[in-house]
């Protein structure tokens, strides 16, 4: 794939734009979460003179994350909302994302302030050799049992998928846009990050990886290791290795 991320040339007077990228956060409930991760991400892409959009997937939320949302997008043109009408899991916002994205490079992280968006800019120059960049957390601020799960669980995943990720769940990934070209997902839950790098890897796209670091959730309830979120995530992950095999 040939696309950097570089900007179309602008016409008019203004200084080209270095970078086109859009940038999408999943948020389920995130009220106290949401106006600050937007905020630093737009601080950062501003700082970086990029022609960006920004885009918060509000997943049926039932706190105020859905009209703060609407509130930054009435005030910045950048700001995009997608609204589910109910809460239709991780793998639909990261969809819902996806095709909302229309610049050359696609970014997302989590909406929940766990990671820094000031680390996102050094991972735009290895656009240049690979069509993906998948971070793994340094440091993850969680559990011992929810990091020995989290292991355990990429481990699974790359073995039944055939890939080589050190943390398949790290919501801190960059794309060139191209790599979603006629891709079409089927995860619901969190087997999407697995299912997007299965079905990059078998278009031949390429994949480097580097840290970042992950910082405690300050605000708002964990999800992702509820019981629910993970019995969806094994039943797709059965689902996804049997569509994948009948289609070798
Ligand atoms: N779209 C969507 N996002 C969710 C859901 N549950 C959690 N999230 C978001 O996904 C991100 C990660 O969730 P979190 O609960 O922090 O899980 P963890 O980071 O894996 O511990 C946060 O931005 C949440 O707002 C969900 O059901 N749907
Ligand atoms: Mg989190």
Redesign the pocket.
């Known amino acids: 794939m040939t696309n950097q991320g570089q900007a179309e040339p602008q016409t008019g007077s203004s200084r080209p734009h270095a970078i086109s990228i859009s940038v999408f956060?999943?948020?389920?409930?995130?009220e106290d979460n949401v106006g600050t991760t937007v905020a630093k991400a737009r601080e950062v892409l501003d700082r970086l003179n990029a022609d960006y959009e920004l885009i918060i997937?509000d997943?049926g939320s039932s706190d105020d994350t859905a009209r703060i949302a609407d509130t930054i997008a009435t005030e910045d043109p950048a700001v995009k909302v997608i609204h589910h009408p109910t809460?239709?899991?991780?793998g639909?916002?990261l969809q819902s994302g996806i095709r909302a994205a229309h610049k050359n490079l696609v970014f997302y992280t989590?909406?929940?302030g766990?990671f820094d968006f000031a680390e996102m800019p050094p991972l735009l120059d290895l656009m240049r050799h690979y069509d993906i960049v998948s971070c793994y957390r340094l440091d993850r601020q969680?559990s011992i049992v929810r990091r020995f799960n989290g292991w355990c669980w990429t481990k699974l995943v790359c073995l039944m998928f055939g890939l080589k990720i050190r943390d398949i769940?790290c919501?801190f990934k960059l794309y060139k846009r191209e790599v979603f070209d006629n891709m079409e997902l089927c995860s619901t839950g969190a087997l999407i990050a697995a299912e997007i790098l299965t079905r990059a890897v078998r278009k031949g796209c390429t994949i480097t990886q580097t840290g970042v670091h992950h910082f405690p959730?300050t605000a708002?309830?964990?999800?992702?290791?509820d019981l629910r979120?993970i019995l969806r995530a094994f039943r797709e992950l059965i689902k996804l290795r049997k569509k994948i095999s009948s289609a070798k």
């Open positions: 956060f999943p948020c389920y409930n995130e997937v997943d809460n239709l899991g991780y639909v916002a989590d909406g929940d766990q969680d769940d919501a959730r708002g309830r964990q999800t992702g290791a979120v």
